[in-house]
Nanobody
Framework: QVQVEDSGGGLVQAGASLRLSCVASGGTLIGYAVGWFRQAPGKEREFVAAINWSANRKDYADSVKGRFAISRDSAGNSANLRMRNLESEDTAVYYC??????????????WGQGTQVTVSS
């Protein structure tokens, strides 16, 4: 079993950039795909991006393609989500998750506690 911790959120202005981090505080992320999801107030959790365990497959939600980039380190203990040109619609709690490669919540077994991203216009 792996414990996942996500961090890096904050309050930024529209057009700014942020990098979210996901680390395995217990165990390792080796062998797991890493996904990022987000949930805005009053909305359901939605898929943002995913990367498979070998980093040769990536997937993005249409709303973030070209602006967000997911990556992971070769040691297998961390993954990042680089977000640029942020928009007010990106405001949400962002969650990192570890599991199998996919774009639905049910693909992932281990979840971080979430990190708040707020974009002011």
């Amino acid at each position: 079993q792996v414990q996942v911790e996500d961090s890096g959120g904050g309050l930024v202005q529209a057009g700014a950039s942020l990098r979210l981090s996901c680390v395995a505080s217990g165990g390792t992320l080796i062998g797991y795909a890493v996904g990022w999801f987000r949930q805005a107030p009053g909305k359901e959790r939605e898929f943002v991006a995913a990367i498979n365990w070998s980093a040769n497959r990536k997937d993005y939600a249409d709303s973030v393609k070209g602006r967000f980039a997911i990556s992971r380190d070769s040691a297998g203990n961390s993954a990042n989500l680089r977000m640029r040109n942020l928009e007010s619609e990106d405001t949400a709690v962002y969650y990192c998750a570890a599991g199998r490669f996919g774009s639905t919540s049910s693909d992932y077994d281990y979840w971080g506690q979430g990190t708040q991203v707020t974009v002011s216009s």
